[in-house]
């Protein structure tokens, strides 16, 4: 991607992470809540992401963005889903359009797919000699509202594959923490997505060439309900990290 890439959520904990690791592979815009400090070494702008006239700036010439601004509470109200998500989602595709934006990258979650986390099926599905896996294809099962949001991310951006053109990938994130899996949280284990994975799936969202892709971003755990199969073929996503590798403090070698 040789054209500009908007970053919205740019100043939040996926957004820093990616932009850290990439600041140097890519021209990029990016899209803050409110004003950061200190400044980046990249063009910003400020504001409400379901605002046009904040977006319509920060979209101009731009080739592809990544959509991670929005509420990325479990437990999100609503009105804030509905707005911070849903809108604003709505506000990134359609002037997307506007702009002639090539391809949308956007931070779907884990929690749109969190129903088929059934009674009968966990804790089980979380462990290592479990082969229950979720591949992309399933349809969305969101657990709670904020779930509804991100499903409904990834239909609007269908739409707009379909009804523009738009190059979409969805990346189902897991759980992407400051530092190393957490432990006692099997769930966690699970999902985990270190930081170097999530730079790095991102950088071949933005590199990979597909239409409509929906991808689950988790590091290679050895546990794990999610198929990392999608993301290797479409993406050339090859995750180096595992959490079954961490004690809680530093990486562990483990014996063959
Ligand atoms: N961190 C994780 O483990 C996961 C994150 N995600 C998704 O990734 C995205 C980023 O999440 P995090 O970085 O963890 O959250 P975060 O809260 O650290 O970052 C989100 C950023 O978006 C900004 N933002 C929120 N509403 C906005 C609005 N209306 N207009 C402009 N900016 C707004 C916030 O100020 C914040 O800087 C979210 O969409 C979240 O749902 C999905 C799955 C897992
Ligand atoms: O989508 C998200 O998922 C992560 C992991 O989910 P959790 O239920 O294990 O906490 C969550 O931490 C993050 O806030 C959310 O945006």
Redesign the pocket.
Known sequence: MDDPVLLTGAGGHVGQTVYERLKDDYDWRLLYHTQPSPEPDHPYFTGEVQDTDTVRPAIEDVGAVIHLAGD???DAPWRSVISNNIDGTHTIYELAVEAGVEKVVFAS???AV?AFETDERTPEMYRADDDFRLDGTERPRPGNK?GIS?ATGETIGRYYHDEYGIAVCNIR????NEDHPPID?E??QA?WLSTEDCAHIHDCALQADYGYETVYGISDNDRKYYSLERAKEVLGYEPRDNSAHFDGDERVVKPD
Do not use: E, T
């Open positions: 990325p509470r479990r979650s884990n929690h969190g904020y991100k994130i897991g759980n992407l949280y769930r966690g999902m």
